[in-house]
Structures are given as structure tokens and as C-alpha cells.
């Protein structure tokens, strides 16, 4: 195992029933990267990221966060421990507003507790103060300060994602996962995205997964990338190496023959 | 940019103030029947009932029945508390804190459920509960089984319930605007999600059974020093629906919702006094009315506030329609 290492995989497993929807995958992921995973569809993408943020329990193998086992960890506490996720199909508080959405983001930072609410004492307030400022500076950061007092739901699809996105940092993770952030843009939009996704990267000093079908955003900013097919790990490499890796092409593209 | 609603200490402060000295008024100059009194006593009891309903079943929105056993509860621990330790009258705020606290602990094992099973399954769990609380006080000889507990202090007046009300409008507000309220409602709209941005749903969900249960039980404790007595009865399959008629007429999730809830159907329920048992029919028939019809209540997720914050924007804005009008127009 890679000490180095932010998130380690160590040959994760996980089945449903008979499905193996990962399939003793290991991989390091090192502080700072984007770090990108690829694969057909069905290839356990999604899932790598169900496992890494506690929904599912891996059948067998283990997950290292820092060094340290995370496993049987509950969601909530891993998330708000360091490693947060978005969604493939954006899932917003639709009827709350978007600065309430980063306000219930920040649930684990806020350190008050029930008396201080039943008595409004003044940590209650210092700490209501300090977490609208810190959503507003989010909001402000992703340019949606203009939505802040809007209902999440009723925005448009672009702006929607950004606040996921947004939402995702109210957490004050360490390690960002992305769910296919790119999925129904267009090219231009896609540069954006990219140049956003470095821009927070170090702005919050993050390291960012990013699960992604758009080679356009996986080729261009990340330093290294996993390709899974069937659940197993295919590949694992730079940009460059896995755009000629024979195994990586025959997957997308179908066999390829020796003599073209 | 953002404009800040701000909690204008005159906007809360006064209608207490105004509504305080009506009550005086209406009590101590006898401007109102004893009959009028009681309907006023009732419908600021369930309020409080309605608010602890409100909790679970609107912020918290799951669809939960266990309200007429936390009543339940909450009554019987009040009144044993008050017929065998707290005799006099200045203990009552002892009674009704001692109500709402073990019903409170009730809600504390009944939200244990909730963590697991989901929707339909949780609403059965919790019907099973009020039946089970309703046939367990019906069996115990110790609180006079099903003839219930006659003779209990009558120590509620107007002025103990209201206050109540305050109380208990008071902190569901606290707990709405705290970050536990922000997480009840994330819950309600997405459980995973909410999970998945550090959200602690064990704890909101805790919190919510236990606060909606000691403002019921609290309701209940009233109910009985009210009453004078109280019996298993009154604590079955009528006191559910009813909770429910109250809860989804005045509007999930806002607490001006179930005040109104609570006002109207008071009022209606007693005026109906006429029709006898069938009056319950009118229950039922209203809760599929408004099912259909008028599916978030009179105040679903609205508070009185925003229904003037709206009102004020209309009207600023005509104002401004015309300004602007009458500029063209020049």
C-alpha cells in the first residue's frame, strides 16, 4: 500500500448476489490529483463511488482513507469527515432554497447543540452567522450568488449541477467525488466545467474522482485515470497511455486487428 | 442581493401581547359563555397537539400515527402524577412537565423504528403502537382500566394552555431554524441525499420524535386537567384521525398551519355537537376532501409571514405597476 496515498482501494469486492459489480479493484489515489475513472457502461464506475462513500459495505477488501479503514463507516460520518460526493442524476432539496441547501451541507461543521438552540446562547448565533457567510462565499466562489434565495428545483440544469457542486464543498471535504459532472453538456460547456473543476481544486486544495464518459473533460485534466470493464480494474495510467492501451481501445471500440 | 427577513421583535412580541389581553379580557369579565371558554381551552390544546404532530408527520414527513398513543401517555403519567404526588395546584407546571417528559421518552424507543423501515411499513409500525398503548391502559387495573381516571384536578384554566401554546410555538420555531430543523427537512425531501452531506439522520430523526412527543404529551396532561377525567377510549382510532384532519387541513411543516388546523376544526367539530357520533363521519369525509382537493392544507410550508411578506409584495408592487404606467403614460 502506497503511504502517500489520500484513498486507497485494497482489493475491494462487491457483489449483489451474483452480480460482481466490483470485482477486486485496487488503486492508489494521491493527494492533489484528479484522479479519473472510466469504463462502458456497467463497468461498476457508480458503484466505486457507492463503496468509497459508505452507501454500500464492500463485500470483502478494504478502503483506506489516510491511512486509516473506512469500511463500516457510516455516510454521513465519512462525509463529513472528508470525502464528498455529487450526483450523476442531480439530487438538490428541490423545495429548499439554494443557500439552505449549502446550509444543510454543512450540518457536521456546525458545533452546537440542542440546549444551545432551546436558548439561543451565543455560540447558536456566532455559528448560524458563520455558516451563511461561508455559503454565500460558496455561492459567490461558483457564481450563484444571484439563485441564493431561489428554490433549488426550479433552476435550470446547468446551474443545478453547480450548486451540487457547491453543496459538495459546504461539507469541507478533503477528497471531492464527482458523478459524471459533464453528462448532457455540450463541448464549450465542458471546457468550463474543466476549468472549474481545477479552479476548486485549488482553491480548497481537494482531490478530485471524477467518474466521467466525455473523454474531452477525463483527458484534459486528469493526471491519471482507471479504467473498469465488467468491474475489474482494466488499466490504470496518464492520459497518454491509456489513449493507446490496446486492452482500454478493444473495450470502447472492439477488437482491434494486427495488421491495421 | 440577498434581503435579509429579520425577526422583528415588534412583529412577535405584539400579537402575543394583543392576543394575552383579549384572553384576560374575555375571561375576567366574562364577555363569553363557560361553553365558548372551553371551546377556546380545546382549541389551544390542539394546537399544541398539532404542533407535536407537525413535527414528524410535516418537517420531518413521515407519515406517522403514534400521536394519539404519546397523548395517551402524556395524559395518564400526568394525571397519576397529579393524583398521587403533585396535589396542589401550584405543582401543575411539575404535572405537565412530568406528562411531556414521559411521553418524551416514549417517542425517544418509538423513533428507534423509524430508522430502518420507511413509508407504509413505518405508518403501520406506529398504528400498532397507539393500539398497543390504548389496549395496554385498558388492561391496567392500576389506572382503572377501561373506565380510566375520574376525579383528577381540574388545574387547566385559559391562561395555562396558551401559555403552553407560547411555549411550544417558541421552541418548535428554535428547533426549525437550527440546523436540526434544516436537516428535517432535507430528510423529507431526500434521505440519501442528506446522508451523503454529512447529515446525521439517526440524530434528526431523535430529535424530532422526541420534541413532537413531549408537546403532545404536554397537550394530553392538559386535556385531562381540563376534562377532570380521562379513559382508553378517547385515545383510539378518533384521536388519530382527528390529529390527522387538524394536521393536513391547516398544512404540513408550518406552525401557523396547525394553529389554523387546530382553530378550524375545533370549531367545527363543536358546532357540529348537534349531529351526535355522526359528526365523526364529517372527520373522515373532510380528511378525503382535502386530500384531494387541497392536498398541502391552508398553510402547507408557508408561515403567516410569508403570507404577508407576499401580500406586501403585491401590493409594491401594483404600486409600482402604476408609477410606472403613469410615467409612460406622461
Aim: hydrophobic share 45%.
Amino acid at each position: 500500500m502506497n503511504n502517500e496515498a489520500i484513498v486507497s482501494f485494497k482489493n475491494v469486492c462487491m457483489y449483489f448476489g451474483g452480480v460482481k459489480a466490483i470485482d477486486d479493484i485496487s488503486f492508489d489515489v494521491d493527494e492533489g490529483q484528479v484522479f479519473g475513472i472510466i469504463g462502458p457502461n456497467g463497468a461498476g464506475k457508480t458503484t466505486i463511488f457507492n463503496v468509497l462513500s459508505g452507501i454500500y459495505k464492500p463485500t470483502s477488501g478494504d478502503i483506506y482513507f489516510h491511512n486509516r479503514r473506512i469500511n463500516n463507516l457510516p455516510p454521513n460520518y465519512i462525509t463529513g469527515n472528508g470525502i464528498t460526493r455529487t450526483f450523476q442524476n442531480i439530487r438538490l432539496f428541490e423545495n429548499q432554497t439554494v443557500l439552505d441547501n449549502l446550509k444543510i451541507a454543512h450540518y457536521s461543521h456546525i458545533h452546537y447543540g440542542i440546549m444551545d438552540v432551546i436558548f439561543t446562547s451565543n455560540r447558536f448565533k456566532k455559528e448560524e452567522e458563520r455558516i451563511e457567510e461561508e455559503s454565500l462565499a460558496i455561492l459567490d466562489f461558483m457564481n450563484l450568488t444571484a439563485y441564493a434565495e431561489q428554490k433549488a428545483g426550479a433552476l435550470p440544469y446547468g446551474a443545478q449541477r453547480r450548486i451540487e457542486i457547491a453543496r459538495a464543498l459546504s461539507c469541507k471535504p478533503e477528497v471531492l467525488l464527482l458523478d459524471e459532472p459533464a453528462a448532457g453538456m455540450n463541448p464549450v460547456e465542458i471546457d468550463e466545467l474543466n476549468q472549474l473543476i481545477l479552479k476548486i481544486r485549488n482553491q480548497f486544495n481537494l482531490t478530485v474522482l471524477v467518474v466521467e464518459h466525455q473523454m474531452r473533460l477525463v483527458m484534459e485534466i486528469c493526471n491519471e485515470i482507471l479504467v473498469t470493464n465488467f468491474g475489474r480494474k482494466l488499466a490504470i495510467g496518464k492520459p497518454n497511455d491509456i489513449k493507446n492501451n490496446p486492452e482500454v481501445l478493444e473495450a470502447y471500440l472492439g477488437k482491434v486487428k494486427s495488421n491495421e | 442581493m440577498i434581503t435579509k427577513r429579520k425577526n422583528h421583535l415588534l412583529g412577535d412580541v405584539i400579537p402575543v401581547i394583543i392576543i394575552a389581553a383579549i384572553l384576560i379580557v374575555l375571561k375576567e369579565f366574562k364577555l363569553i359563555s363557560t361553553s365558548r371558554l372551553l371551546i377556546l381551552q380545546y382549541i389551544g390544546l390542539y394546537s399544541i397537539f398539532v404542533l407535536g404532530i407537525n413535527m414528524v408527520n410535516g418537517y420531518l414527513g413521515i407519515f406517522s400515527l403514534a400521536h394519539a398513543g404519546f397523548m395517551a401517555s402524556g395524559a395518564y403519567a400526568a394525571a397519576i402524577s397529579s393524583k398521587y404526588f403533585f396535589k396542589e395546584s401550584w405543582m401543575f407546571p411539575l404535572i405537565l412537565l412530568f406528562g411531556g417528559l414521559i411521553a418524551m421518552l416514549i417517542g425517544l424507543i418509538m423513533s428507534i423504528p423509524s430508522f430502518k423501515a420507511k413509508g407504509d411499513y413505518l405508518a403501520i409500525i406506529t398504528l400498532g403502537f397507539s393500539l398497543i398503548v390504548q389496549s395496554f391502559l385498558q388492561n391496567w387495573r392500576f389506572v382503572g382500566a377501561s373506565k380510566g381516571i375520574n376525579n383528577v384536578a381540574k388545574f387547566t384554566n385559559i391562561y395555562w394552555v396558551y401559555g403552553c401554546l407560547l411555549f411550544a410555538i417558541i421552541i418548535v420555531r428554535k428547533f426549525i431554524n437550527s440546523k436540526y430543523g434544516r436537516s428535517l427537512k432535507a430528510i423529507r425531501e431526500d434521505q440519501v441525499a442528506s446522508e451523503l452531506v454529512s447529515v446525521d439522520v439517526k440524530r434528526a430523526k431523535t430529535i424530532a420524535f422526541a420534541v413532537s412527543a413531549f408537546l403532545i404529551g404536554i397537550s394530553g396532561a392538559l386535556l385531562v386537567h381540563l376534562l377532570g377525567y380521562t379513559s382508553p377510549s378517547a385515545y383510539g382510532y378518533t384521536n388519530i384521525v382527528d390529529g390527522l384532519v387538524m394536521v393536513y387541513l391547516g398544512g404540513m411543516g408550518s406552525i401557523t398551519g396547525s394553529i389554523v388546523g387546530a382553530t378550524l376544526w375545533q370549531i367545527l367539530i363543536q358546532t357540529l355537537k348537534n349531529l351526535g357520533t355522526w359528526r365523526w363521519v364529517v372527520g373522515g369525509g373532510l380528511l378525503c376532501v382535502i386530500m384531494i382537493f387541497l392536498t398541502n392544507g391552508i398553510f402547507g410550508n408557508k408561515e403567516l409571514s410569508d403570507a404577508i411578506h407576499a401580500i406586501r409584495k403585491y401590493f409594491s408592487r401594483s404600486k409600482t405597476n402604476k408609477t410606472i404606467s403613469e410615467e409612460t403614460t406622461k
